[in-house]
């Protein structure tokens, strides 16, 4: 496609379930970016990938949060054991390179953790 | 109509009006600015970029101003139209050691809202 693509666009979980979401970046986009956004906030970093390697992780809020992305290409990102707190729009998004190149977002996953 | 950042997240604005919204950063590092448009249910759409070697940008419809001097971001929409509302966001990429590059921080946001 031509835009970023993310899976499911909608995900209900109850408190303890693991969560598995998806990305499918811009074909040939090199960095993959993975944020978090609560209702009425901006979007606030978790992690970021250059090709398969995760460069930083430091806005991952727990060690419930884990990505990954094998290849280069599709990344995952997993939360376990959900808490109500994660609750949120999970958007994901790629760029060309990471050297001051927009990046372009997916329309996010909203998860709701009841 | 105009906004004040932080301060005053909603604008409205009457259809054909010029809009300015206003942002504010602090990262005197900060080399790169993004405004973003989100609409309901969508993630953010990429509308005008600047670096921070220039002070002016045009798009269509869209001019960006930066004031390093002040560290204030705005984004100017000509002929504002019922389709520009959202929330526009700027986003800024903090080019300072321990950052890591193209990681974008964004602002609260603004809601524009547009009335016939």
């Known amino acids: 496609g031509a835009g970023v693509s993310q899976s499911p666009r909608y995900k209900v979980a109850k408190r303890g379930q693991d969560v598995a979401l998806r990305c499918d970046p811009i074909?040939?986009?090199?960095?993959l970016f993975w944020y978090q956004q609560a209702l009425g906030q901006g979007p606030e970093f978790l992690t970021y990938?250059?090709?398969?390697?995760?460069?930083?992780k430091s806005g991952l809020p727990s060690d419930r949060f884990f990505a990954e992305r094998p290849e280069g290409s599709v990344s995952t990102l997993k939360i376990q054991r959900t808490q109500q707190e994660d609750s949120a729009v999970y958007l994901c998004a790629s760029s060309l390179d990471n050297y001051n190149s927009p990046l372009h977002f997916g329309n996010g996953t909203r998860l709701t953790v009841t | 109509g105009e906004s004040v950042g932080l301060h005053l997240p909603t604008l409205s604005v009457q259809e054909g009006d010029n809009s300015i919204i206003n942002c504010a950063y602090s990262n005197s590092a900060s080399d790169y600015f993004i405004w973003y448009k989100q609409e309901s249910g969508k993630g953010p759409q990429f509308i005008i970029d600047?670096?921070?070697?220039?002070d002016k940008r045009q798009g269509q419809r869209v001019t960006v101003l930066l004031n390093k001097t002040v560290k204030h971001l705005s984004l100017q929409i000509a002929a504002t139209q019922p389709g520009d509302s959202a929330v526009y966001f700027c986003a800024e990429n903090r080019n300072d050691r321990g950052s890591t590059l193209g990681r974008l921080y964004f602002g609260r946001g603004t809601q524009l809202t547009v009335w016939p």
């Open positions: 990938f250059q090709n398969e390697a995760q460069l930083d």
């Open positions: 600047i670096r921070s070697n220039m």
């Open positions: 074909s040939g986009h090199v960095s």
